[in-house]
């Protein structure tokens, strides 16, 4: 009836078999354990929220709004002490192993009680992303057991990512938009390192972290060709913290200003330079774009868990408020229009899950998790114990790791891979993104004025959740992103970044 070659020339029309399901491709490859595995990472999520942070949400958002300097240590510390922030670092790093799409999972439950919260474990972890996108395995290896350290000695080591700059948010997530774009931060080489000019703006966990991965630029009239990713520690001279934003939602999260005065950046913190970036296969600017696309396929999964996490939310207040509350005489969960809407938010829900949990898979066989995951890579980190890793972590400085690394993840990855991931990436982030917001809206309709009372929780979902559609590039460059990434690509005549 088809031949071989038909199905193979009919597979590869647009919408392209490969494009559109990842879940399919996936499964099979996948690790039997990452099933269990997953679920008690869940489990724990869901105890962390009943005895941690259930019962302080409400208090602390409006202690963060009476005083928006307040620094919440108290949760961090707990978050530490539970083993949150060593959780999602391999072994070979000295973290706990657990396979990385189960983070997405633990993100959607952590944030359907508090975004805030959610985000002050989540963002360490974008941190550590970038970090590991830079494939220096001595930098992540020395920064990566310090976290641990921390964890062991109950002194939290957190980690931050400084992109953003006063004058430029959407510019520094896409490389075309890069030298058009007002970008200040400037890092000029000097004998030993680096020193560096510079403020980053809107840095969430900056007050709280102890190492921040910085982004900046060596030539400020072509930044697209001369990023430099370094870590700096606190307290290093020249470097301080600037105001704390008081923002409408996830007070709980401080988002920091971090400012950089002839900083002096030595040459061993520094984690990729222009010149290393020229040795890759696409050459410095395309790599550049690799990396953020490598970081962003994974962390907007992350922003997309946080949007399906702030829809149910929002739909778990309105249920019990329907279950609770009669309107003429009958509870309102027995009016059909009632029904309606929570069926409603309930597919919010779904959708918004399945489109994290499709990117991830997506992430799996062709983006960051492709090695951790495949089966022996996965059972080996899963069965050895962490000291036999430890007796080897000194191989980790040696600099044919960074290049084994390198050469594996930046030019092992085809041009299709990058689009497939991060045009997965953005889907996800702006369609649960948007289905938290929408789902903060229906609850509000459906409790009327019950749902305005901040002691209901709600109306602080619904501040929490805006904020999702604006950070880790806003929901209309998300767009632009999946469009660039999974349409542009079939027509040829189609020219995106341009404007
Ligand atoms: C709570 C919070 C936490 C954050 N945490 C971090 C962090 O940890 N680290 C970090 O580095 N940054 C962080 N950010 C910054 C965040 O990534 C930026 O806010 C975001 O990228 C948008 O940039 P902007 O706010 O400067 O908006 P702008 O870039 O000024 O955009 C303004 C508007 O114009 C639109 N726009 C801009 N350019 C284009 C274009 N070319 N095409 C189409 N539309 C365009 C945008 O979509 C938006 O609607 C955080 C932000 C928030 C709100």
Redesign the pocket.
């Known amino acids: 009836m088809i031949s071989r070659k038909e199905i193979k020339s009919l597979i590869n029309m647009s919408p392209k078999f490969d494009d559109m399901v990842n879940s399919l491709q996936s499964a099979p490859k996948l690790p039997k354990a990452m099933v269990k595995e997953t679920q008690k990472v869940i489990a724990i999520a869901r105890k962390f929220n009943r005895e941690v942070v259930r019962p302080s949400v409400l208090g602390l958002d409006l202690k963060m709004h009476e005083n928006p300097n307040y620094l919440p240590w108290e949760f961090v510390e707990k978050a530490n002490e539970w083993g949150f922030y060593t959780m999602w670092i391999p072994k070979m790093f000295g973290g706990q192993g657990y396979n990385q799409p189960s983070m997405a999972y633990f993100a959607e439950e952590i944030a359907s009680e508090c975004l805030a919260m959610a985000?002050l474990i989540g963002?360490h972890y974008?941190g550590m992303a970038s970090l590991s996108a830079t494939f220096n395995t001595r930098m992540i290896n020395k920064i990566a057991r310090e976290v641990a350290a921390g964890e062991k000695n109950q002194t939290p080591c957190l980690i931050?990512?400084?992109?953003?700059e006063p004058g430029?948010?959407?510019?520094?997530?896409?490389v075309d938009?890069l030298d058009k774009g007002n970008i200040t931060c400037h890092a000029e080489k000097v004998p030993g390192g680096y020193k560096v000019n510079g403020t980053?703006?809107?840095?969430?966990?900056?007050h709280l972290s102890a190492w921040h991965i910085v982004i900046a630029y060596s030539d400020l009239k072509k930044p697209s060709e001369n990023t430099v990713t370094f870590a700096v520690k606190t307290g290093a001279q020249g470097f301080s913290f600037g105001r704390k934003?008081n923002?409408m939602?996830?007070k709980g999260?401080p988002?920091s200003e971090l400012i950089f005065k002839d900083c002096f950046i030595p040459d061993e913190n520094v984690c990729l330079t222009p010149r290393e970036m020229e040795n890759f296969k696409r050459g410095n600017k395309a790599s550049a774009m690799q990396m953020i696309h490598y970081v962003v396929s994974v962390t907007r999964a992350g922003v997309g868990a946080f949007g399906a996490g702030a829809a149910r939310g929002a739909y778990e207040k309105a249920l019990k408020f329907a279950s609770e509350t009669k309107v003429n005489g009958k509870l309102l969960i027995n009016h059909e229009w009632a029904q309606c809407m929570l069926a409603e938010m309930y597919k919010n829900i779904a959708l918004a899950r399945l489109s994290y949990v499709e990117t991830n898979y997506a992430n799996g066989i062709y983006g960051f998790y492709k090695n951790l995951q495949s089966k022996p890579a996965y059972y080996y980190n899963k069965v050895v114990p962490s000291k036999w890793f430890d007796r080897f972590s000194s191989m980790m400085d040696k600099p044919f790791m960074t290049n084994l690394f390198r050469k594996r993840q930046m030019d092992g990855q085809t041009d299709e891979e990058i689009n497939r991931t991060s045009g997965w990436g953005s889907l996800s982030k702006f369609a649960a993104t948007d289905m938290g917001i929408k789902n903060c809206r229906m609850a509000l309709d459906l409790m009327g004025q019950a749902g305005l009372r901040h002691d209901r929780g709600v109306e602080k979902i619904y501040r929490d959740a805006k904020?999702l559609q604006?950070?880790?590039?806003?929901?209309?460059?998300n767009r632009?992103n999946l469009f660039n990434c999974l349409i542009a690509k079939d027509h040829p005549q189609a020219v995106v970044?341009d404007?």
Do not use: H, M, R
């Open positions: 985000n963002v974008l931050s990512l400084a992109i953003t430029a948010g959407t510019d520094v997530e896409e938009l980053k703006v809107f840095i969430s966990n900056g934003e923002k939602g996830q999260c988002a904020l604006i950070y880790e590039g806003t929901n209309q460059l632009l970044f404007e």
